[in-house]
């Protein structure tokens, strides 16, 4: 994880948060909590949160933009590990909350 994420968030307070249902516990080898999410679609599910307006995950614990953590982090689904700090995307997340952009990090 970038050390930039531990003191932003925005990605977690800006878009849907959706994945496919088998990613949670309600499949033998899920792990995302179901009790968190709710049904987008017969086989995709999202973070309760993310579907709202304003965006904000239900995982996501602090304030974004200066202390932030997730509650679920080791078990958070594939739509969060993937999510890459200093993309495009993490980037027009941060804009929508006041945050300069970054620059993505070497993979180490
Ligand atoms: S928006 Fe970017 S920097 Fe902020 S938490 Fe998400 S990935 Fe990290
Ligand atoms: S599950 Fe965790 S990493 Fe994923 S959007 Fe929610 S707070 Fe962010």
Redesign the pocket.
């Known amino acids: 994880?970038?050390q930039?994420?531990l003191s932003?968030?925005?990605?977690?307070a800006?878009f849907r948060v959706s994945f496919y249902w088998a990613e949670t516990d309600a499949h033998p080898l899920g792990r995302v909590p179901q009790a968190l999410t709710q049904a987008v679609s017969p086989h995709h599910v999202c973070m309760q949160g993310t579907a709202n307006s304003p965006v904000h995950c239900i995982a996501l614990d602090g304030e974004v933009g200066k202390q932030?953590s997730c509650r679920i982090y080791a078990a958070r689904s594939s739509t969060c590990r993937e999510?890459?700090?200093?993309?495009e995307a993490?980037?027009r997340?941060?804009a929508m909350h006041n945050?300069p952009a970054?620059q993505a990090e070497a993979e180490v």
């Open positions: 994880m970038s930039h994420c932003c968030g925005a990605c977690c800006a932030v999510f890459s700090a200093g993309s993490c980037n997340a941060r945050l970054i």
